[in-house]
């Protein structure tokens, strides 16, 4: 088992565990003729917690057979091996996702145009490392593009900036 | 009137040169929204509906929404195939295979069976629909809880055959995505439940986040790791449609998708769904190549295709005779009949024979428009893969977000969106196959929902899922497909000991 | 310097775009679209109601109303999204009165109190309770049916449209004032819970006018009685409970708009005032027949005041019978 595929697992269980408990603790059960609002999810703790301990079983009967490690390595088609190419991909996906989660976070605050705009330089500059001539020709195309089409073609609300209205 | 003189009566009504343009409009106007990351059927209709308002007789205006319906349907298969983003429940298995294809230059292929497998389901179920409409929808009827209980977890089951290589995490996704539409008030107790305090849970999660942020996102966060600049491989426009040798795999699956689509369409609710994932099932089961599933099998494509826009049309059927809309999209068209002053029911082929066979008219001819329309756009299409990713994957993340927050206008689902970005960029590195999460997803309240239902129907007696003759078999049918499931794996084993693969 | 003069015309460009795009709050109101908020599902009676609403508005309105369907909780869901948005008045709740909120506070704690968290505009509809039972169904009268239950002793099952909700009550106001033990399943909306009778899977079923009248008139239903103080305007053959010997009746399902409480009172006398020329348009008029719903225009004092009756008698019902949801 991976590191990742470990931690995966226990989560799993762990996950199994409080949600059987939160389930018959504070939804509850119900009786068998009106099941109550905990009864399903019960079910899925449970679930849960078998599932994830099957995983392990089977994940361990898996490791004395080499022939079945190269196998199983085989398998891999995209290559979850870890990339030992350097952290350029690795630091790329955090700027992705801090700039995402950027967009998120100003969304409502300052509005869907400015907000767009401001991921897409960012995205542009941080996680592609584009020229900055570049990235303010594209980012100020598609917000254009995405505001006309939201806005006036279909319609759609959406926040506008508060510092103006 | 008898059928032939209807349906006659209908095409000189569907071919008329206003209603031809409605039908026209209707079907690119819901290819161009649904084509959008997150937009499905029924939110594109929700939209539109008001500019049917303004079209004073109900003819043009229910051939013009029934042709976004169906636009919308082929769009959401479209950003299926191409991004790995399902428009709506019945598109994620398409993604499943269909997007496989595109990654491997195939999107053409890929793209061109969806459209003619839809043309030809959705031709045919127009042709049952018109032939067996009123004793069809009585059966539809008969499917109370205990039968849509049994059904939705036969769904359940065939969503397990999408796990890939390890049923057991397969199993555990699935189980995940219950819980997950537990998330919220419970309509049966009222109950809100796994909400911590946090008031916007108390709605639960939307299928569209769960599925475009595990699906979408998720893919877009795992090739932005990846070494190098990520190159959807593009081929020439010579080989955008399928060839020969795909036709010849598909053909069957489409008839089989077409029938299993017909006949489980017709069920109020969570139709469309259920057949795709039966279609794929049944695909697989069938194949004399099964390991090819998951890695870009046509029929994995056609056949989920077939199934789901045969539902769409089937889903007609309980609304013209009935007057029972199926789901969310045809209730729209529903209401707008009745602001019309028609009132879909059984009374309508007497009342308004002429929106009745106007509607099922336009739908054939609605069919053959969108194969008019698609096919050739099949080409531009892929060259949206030309466009560099850097641009690609933050316009396609803006977009889902759009279409996230207007769900429910809260800044909340933008963060849903990303977590569950995260997940499914998890479960891709794990290699653990994301698919049946957003089906269990959307299955979850009606197994549930119909389980509780069935025991007060029952007075808590289990025997209710085995007493009803509809629900019996249901219920044997899968227990067959258990049994085999079961026989199959433990002769696999036997046969090779040493290559222990996770059952 | 070639650099320095695209980019200043770009910002030029994204700057005016972004003045021009902003809505000014100076105009007067409405001066953009009014999202009208229905906490149910597509195709039911309210959303029907509103849908009617929305096509008859721009005659008397500059702005158009946008329909938005959030259905979810029994309606809670939607109502919560009003009650938390801006009180501006673009955000409106139609199908204000129904179940979840002159019933549900009864019975169960809110996130939001119906009453001082939103202000009545107008009502426009009262969705009366009806129950019936499947053509082939032996029952021709309520009293055969509490008779047939007191003979077998076994429970009668009942579709309803959710919990909680006017139609819930009632039936289980009806079980309880007869002495019988009718057994409610809730279904997710009234269209589901009908389709359910339809198919014979209950015994019985509640549903609104709009929902059933349909079914009546197909032959597929049997009108057993409506749970109004009086009889139903579109059902004048089906007598009410209390005339059958159950001293019970409820207001259903009251339909009226609320908008946030914070909003102005000009704000409100003004959309006050469209509805009730809304409610008075003979085209509108049309469709509510069409539609089987009755035309009830309150404004907005009177349709406060009606609120806070209907919720006490609801609640008087509810503590007289014992009433609880597990």
Redesign the interface.
């Known amino acids: 088992m991976s590191r990742g595929e470990n931690i995966a697992n226990l989560v799993t269980i762990a996950l199994g565990v409080f949600v059987a408990y939160h389930s018959y603790h504070s939804l509850k059960l119900g009786i068998l003729i009106s099941p109550g609002a905990g009864f399903m999810p019960f079910l899925c703790g449970v679930a849960l917690m078998v599932l994830g301990i099957f995983w392990r079983i089977q994940a361990f009967l898996l490791k004395p057979s080499r022939h079945a490690d190269r196998f199983h390595d085989a398998q891999v088609v995209e290559g979850t091996a870890e990339t030992s190419a350097g952290l350029r991909p690795r630091v790329k996906l955090c700027l992705a996702f801090v700039t995402t989660l950027a967009y998120a976070f100003l969304f409502e605050r300052i509005g869907f145009l400015l907000s767009t705009l401001v991921f897409m330089l960012g995205w542009q500059m941080l996680v592609e490392r584009e020229r900055w001539l570049k990235s303010i020709i594209i980012t100020a195309l598609c917000a254009a593009a995405m505001y006309t089409l939201f806005r006036y073609l279909l319609r759609v609300e959406l926040p506008s900036n508060p510092l103006f209205s | 009137m008898n059928i032939f003189d209807g349906i006659i009566s209908g095409f000189f009504i569907a071919l008329t040169p206003g209603n031809l343009l409605f039908a026209f409009l209707g079907a690119l106007i819901g290819t161009a929204?649904g084509v959008l990351p997150g937009l499905g059927p029924?939110a594109t209709i929700?939209?539109l509906l008001?500019i049917t308002?303004s079209i004073p007789s109900p003819v043009p205006a229910v051939i013009m929404m029934a042709g976004i319906y169906y636009g919308a349907m082929y769009g959401g298969s479209t950003t299926s195939i191409l991004l790995n983003l399902p428009g709506e429940a019945a598109s994620v298995v398409t993604c499943i295979d269909g997007y496989k294809m595109a990654q491997k230059g195939r999107a053409g292929p890929a793209l061109g069976i969806a459209a003619i497998g839809s043309f030809i389901a959705g031709t045919v179920s127009v042709v049952g629909l018109t032939l067996f409409a009123p004793p069809i929808a009585e059966f539809a009827?008969?499917?109370?809880?205990p039968e849509k209980f049994s059904l939705a977890l036969l769904g359940l089951l065939m969503a397990v055959t999408l796990s890939g290589?390890?049923i057991?995490?397969g199993?555990?996704v699935m189980?995940?995505g219950?819980?997950l539409s537990?998330v919220?008030?419970?309509?049966?107790?009222?109950?809100?439940?796994?909400d911590f305090g946090v008031?916007e849970l108390?709605?639960?999660f939307d299928f569209v986040t769960i599925a475009v942020g595990v699906f979408g996102l998720g893919e877009?966060?795992y090739n932005?790791?990846?070494?190098g600049s990520v190159e959807i491989i593009t081929t020439k426009v010579g080989q955008v449609f399928p060839k020969m040798a795909d036709w010849a795999k598909s053909r069957l699956a489409i008839l089989r998708g077409t029938l299993i689509g017909f006949f489980i369409g017709i069920i109020?609710?969570g139709g469309a769904v259920i057949s795709s994932l039966v279609s794929y099932a049944v695909e697989k089961k069938i194949s004399r190549h099964p390991e090819e599933f998951g890695?870009g099998a046509i029929e994995g494509v056609a056949g989920p295709e077939s199934a789901n826009n045969a539902a769409s049309s089937a889903s007609f059927i309980p609304l013209l005779t009935?007057?029972?809309?199926g789901n969310?999209a045809i209730?729209?068209i529903?209401?707008c009949l009745?602001?019309k002053?028609v009132?879909p029911?059984?009374?309508l082929i007497v009342e308004h024979p002429d929106v009745f066979w106007g509607v099922i008219a336009s739908m054939y001819v609605g069919n053959i428009m969108l194969i008019i329309l698609n096919l050739p756009l099949v080409g531009v299409w892929v060259q949206l893969l030309r466009v560099p990713y850097?641009?690609l994957?933050?316009?396609v993340?803006?977009?889902t977000?759009?279409g996230s927050?207007?769900i429910?206008?809260q800044?909340f689902d933008?963060?849903a969106?990303?977590a569950f970005?995260?997940l499914g960029y998890?479960l891709r590195?794990?290699?653990?196959e994301a698919g049946p999460l957003p089906l269990a997803f959307i299955l979850?309240?009606m197994?549930?929902?119909s389980?509780?239902?069935s025991?007060?129907?029952s007075?808590?007696s289990f025997l209710i899922f085995v007493s009803r003759p509809i629900s019996f078999t249901i219920v044997g049918l899968f227990t067959l497909f258990v049994l085999g499931q079961v026989v199959f794996a433990v002769r696999r084993a036997r046969r090779s000991p040493?290559?222990?693969?996770?059952? | 310097m070639k650099r320095i003069l695209v980019s200043s015309i770009i910002f030029t460009l994204v700057a005016v775009l972004m003045v021009g795009g902003t809505a000014s709050a100076q105009d007067k109101f409405p001066s953009k679209p009014i999202t009208v908020i229905v906490p149910f599902s597509a195709g039911g009676s309210t959303d029907l109601l509103a849908r009617a609403v929305e096509k008859t508005w721009p005659k008397y309105s500059p702005q158009p109303l946008v329909i938005v369907n959030k259905p979810g909780g029994g309606g809670v869901v939607g109502t919560e999204f009003v009650v938390r948005s801006k009180p501006d008045g673009y955000t409106l709740f139609l199908g204000y009165g129904s179940g979840h909120d002159v019933v549900m506070p009864h019975l169960q704690k809110m996130p939001y109190d119906p009453y001082k968290d939103l202000v009545a505009v107008s009502r426009l509809s009262i969705h009366s309770v009806v129950i019936c039972t499947g053509a082939k169904s032996e029952f021709n009268s309520i009293k055969d049916m509490i008779a047939w239950a007191k003979k077998e002793n076994k429970p009668v099952t009942s579709s309803v449209s959710t919990k909680a909700g006017a139609v819930d009550i009632s039936i289980t106001a009806l079980g309880k004032e007869a002495g019988i033990n009718i057994v409610t399943v809730p279904f997710a909306g009234g269209a589901d819970a009908v389709t359910t009778l339809a198919g014979g899977h209950v015994m019985i079923g509640g549903g609104h006018p709009s929902e059933v009248m349909p079914h009546i008139k197909a032959g597929r239903f049997k009108p057993l009685a409506v749970a109004l103080p009086e009889r139903d305007a579109s059902l004048p053959n089906v007598p009410t409970l209390k005339e059958q010997g159950v001293n019970v009746y409820t207001w259903g399902s009251i339909k009226g708009v609320a908008a946030p409480a914070a909003t102005p009172k000009e704000v409100v006398d003004f959309l006050d005032a469209t509805f009730k020329k809304v409610c008075g348009d003979d085209e509108f008029k049309k469709m509510m027949v069409d539609l089987d719903q009755p035309i009830m225009y309150q404004n907005s004092a009177a349709f406060a005041k009606f609120l806070q009756q209907a919720y006490g008698d609801y609640g008087k019902l509810i503590k007289d019978l014992n009433i609880s949801i597990q």
């Open positions: 929204v029924a929700a939209l008001p308002y009827l008969s499917f109370g809880p290589d390890s057991t995490k199993l555990v189980v995940l219950l819980l537990a919220g008030i419970d309509p049966i107790s009222g109950k809100s439940r796994f008031t108390q709605s639960g877009i966060a932005l790791e990846r070494e109020p609710g890695q009935l007057g029972i809309p969310a209730a729209m529903f209401a009745l602001i002053g009132k029911g059984p009374f850097g641009i994957a933050p316009v993340i803006l977009f977000a759009i927050y207007s429910a206008n800044a933008l963060y969106l990303i970005g995260v998890v590195r794990l290699k653990i979850g309240p197994i549930e929902g389980m509780r239902q025991l007060l129907m007075g808590g040493k290559i222990e693969t996770a059952v």
